[in-house]
């Protein structure tokens, strides 16, 4: 069974494949339980940025009251669970962008499954697979996506990482990369793939975004790429400043604006973001 919510008039502009979870988060001496995932965090920033967002996850059933707000603020559907069955991470920051992943429980994310993508996502400008359980999941729904629907115009693929995957299935992650139009990546997982940050190649049409912390991100583009400097920002929660960056890039990509213009009011977010605790500052609180 699949649950929804109607949040927003009109089809959503980017959707989002992916989980949002219940973590619990240690960064400068505190340790704090919130919301997060990859699909929440990008579906969130999709909004904030001014754009309508969807996001196919699983659902849970009552709904958490602390996942109520993702619920009133994102087109949100997918295969209904029970609470006890939503994602779980624990993650430790240490500064200067380094993070430990102490424990991942991925929940009922495997009921997530390509052969029931809604059909409004074919109507969509651009699709993001989000961080998922392994690379192999993520090609499974750029597949799926890659045959389309029924709509006379396939949606823009986009795709993302993570550092596990990265070293545990380059290869996937490698083929990932080659059948996206846009992809999100951090330095660390692109000196991984890549050997060198100056290694990192995009095929002609492909752009790839590659986030530096504290140095800002750069645009790979063909042969070439650009720069965009860092906004200055009181870091307190590096969570899910990677994926707030994507979604106001895919966003702002959706409306028609250059990569660059995009990419700057995706660090601009992203820089909010760390902000505060949790996705707090893309809830607007």
């Known amino acids: 069974m699949t649950g929804a919510a109607s949040v927003a008039s009109g089809n959503p502009d980017v959707w989002v494949i992916g989980t949002a979870s219940l973590d619990v988060l240690h960064f400068a001496g505190q340790t704090v339980h ?3 995932g990859a699909g929440l965090y990008t579906a969130l920033a999709v909004r904030r940025a001014g ?3 969807g996001l196919f ?4 059933r009552p709904m958490p009251a602390a996942l109520q707000p993702l619920a009133e603020h994102v087109y949100w559907v997918g295969p209904e669970i029970s609470p006890d069955d939503l994602p779980r991470l624990e993650i430790a920051h240490h500064g200067e962008g380094r993070a430990t992943l102490l424990n991942a429980s991925w929940g009922a994310e495997a009921r997530l499954l390509p052969d029931d ?3 409004e996502i074919w109507s969509a400008r651009v699709v993001h697979i989000a961080a998922l359980s392994s690379a192999r999941r993520q090609l499974a729904f750029a597949d799926a996506l890659r045959r389309g629907g029924s709509s006379p115009r396939s949606p823009l693929l986009s795709a993302g990482t993570y550092a596990r995957l990265v070293f545990a299935e ?3 992650v490698l083929q990932l990369i080659s059948e996206s139009r846009f992809f999100f990546m951090n330095e660390n997982e692109a000196r991984g793939l890549f050997g060198r940050l100056e290694d990192v ?3 002609p049409g492909q752009t790839i975004f590659v986030t530096l912390g504290a140095e800002g991100a750069r645009v790979f ?5 650009t720069s965009i400097p860092a906004v200055p920002a009181d870091e307190l929660d590096p969570t899910g400043a990677g994926d707030t960056f994507c979604g106001a890039v895919l966003a702002s990509l959706s409306r028609g604006l250059p990569v660059e213009e995009a990419a700057r009011l995706g660090v601009r977010l992203a820089a909010q973001t ?3 605790p949790g996705p707090a500052a893309l809830l607007g609180k």
């Not at 996850?57 to 849970?60: H, L, S, T």
């Not at 583009?221 to 790429?225: D, L, T």
Request: aromatic share 4%; no cysteine.
């Open 57 to 60: 996850a699983p659902r849970p």
């Open 201 to 203: 190649r995009s095929q």
């Open 51 to 53: 754009g309508r967002a």
């Open 117 to 119: 993508l809604p059909p």
């Open 34 to 36: 919130t919301i997060g």
């Open 274 to 276: 760390i902000s505060a």
């Open 221 to 225: 583009e063909a042969q070439k790429y």
């Open 170 to 172: 380059t290869d996937s």
